[in-house]
């Protein structure tokens, strides 16, 4: 509820955080008195339905809030509604992001990517779009994995696509949302959901970024904040943005060993790998 509270009155997620973890709890409950009668029972309603649902909310004050999605101190979301298999917000993992519409061996890829995550104990994370997103969590899921769906709109909107249902188990599928429950899916918003993309995986394997826009701008951050990048090297039939991420210090698999590799190093580095909130 508090974070249903904290949403509807402060409604940007910068101050919707600040409220959350402010250390007197008397603001926000300050907040619920000082609203109407009929937006407290429209709130108590709309928990109550979440709930029934088996929706919950991990807000960033909470102590299962990842850590790997606190950067200096600031967490990249002020909360998280979820729907599944909860334990996977602090399983290791692996972020795959790419395009929509995928070429023919941008698909290939992403199933290949899907399969050696899995293959490696590893949860897949990514988006929730077609493409790039939907075969690599396929893939995990066909393969006996487990997979982070991120989604780019409010946890209302979300339902079992036709191509997942015939794999899709809710003990191996989280389904998470930073967003306010009945946010629509936005262009912004899809930016914004890589920051958990790349954050909640030890490495970010990127499938096909164009010269500019979400993918490589998430490889570009990624590398920043010292997270391992992996991008798929096509050769001569590379994207431009795969290209401009190999050049920033990217490492490039042109093979499926080649990826299976580097994930096999991500893997053995992951005890000495930083936490993300203590990168920058």
């Known amino acids: 509820m508090r974070i249903l509270v904290a949403f509807e009155h402060f409604r940007t997620p910068a101050k919707v955080t600040r409220a959350l973890l ?11 008195r000082e609203m109407g009668g009929s ?4 709130l108590s309603r709309r928990s109550e339905e979440l709930a029934s649902r088996g929706v919950t909310a ?7 809030f990842p850590r790997a999605l606190v950067v200096n101190d600031r967490p990249v979301a002020p909360a998280l509604f979820c729907i599944g298999a909860s334990q996977l917000l602090t399983a290791q993992g692996a972020g795959i992001c790419g395009a929509r519409n995928a070429s023919a061996l941008g698909l290939k ?4 990517s899907g399969e050696e995550v899995s293959s490696r104990g590893l949860t897949v994370v990514s988006g929730y779009a077609k493409g790039v997103d939907s075969e690599s969590h396929r893939a995990a899921l066909e393969n006996g994995g487990a997979t982070i769906l991120v989604l780019a709109e409010g946890i209302d909107h979300f339902r079992v696509k036709r191509d997942l249902s015939p794999h899709f188990d809710p003990e191996r599928v989280l389904v ?3 967003f306010h429950p009945g946010q629509p899916w936005a262009t912004h918003a899809a930016m ?3 920051r958990l993309i790349f954050g909640l995986g030890m490495a970010l394997i990127v499938i096909e970024a164009g010269e500019r826009g979400g993918t490589l701008a998430a490889g570009q951050e990624a590398l920043k904040r010292g997270r391992p990048v992996v991008v798929v090297n096509f050769g001569d039939d590379a994207p431009p943005g795969n290209r401009i991420l190999i050049q920033a210090g990217a490492r490039a698999a042109t093979s ?3 990826l299976g590799d580097a994930l096999g190093m991500v893997v053995a580095q992951a005890r000495t790998l930083p936490e993300q909130g203590k990168l920058l």
């Open 176 to 178: 998470i949302s930073q």
């Open 58 to 64: 991990v807000g960033a004050d909470d102590p299962c």
């Open 22 to 32: 402010d250390p007197e709890p008397e603001m926000l409950r300050q907040v619920w």
């Open 39 to 42: 937006t407290r029972a429209a």
């Open 256 to 258: 499926r060993r080649e």
């Open 109 to 112: 890829a992403a199933r290949a």
């Open 192 to 194: 914004t959901r890589n």
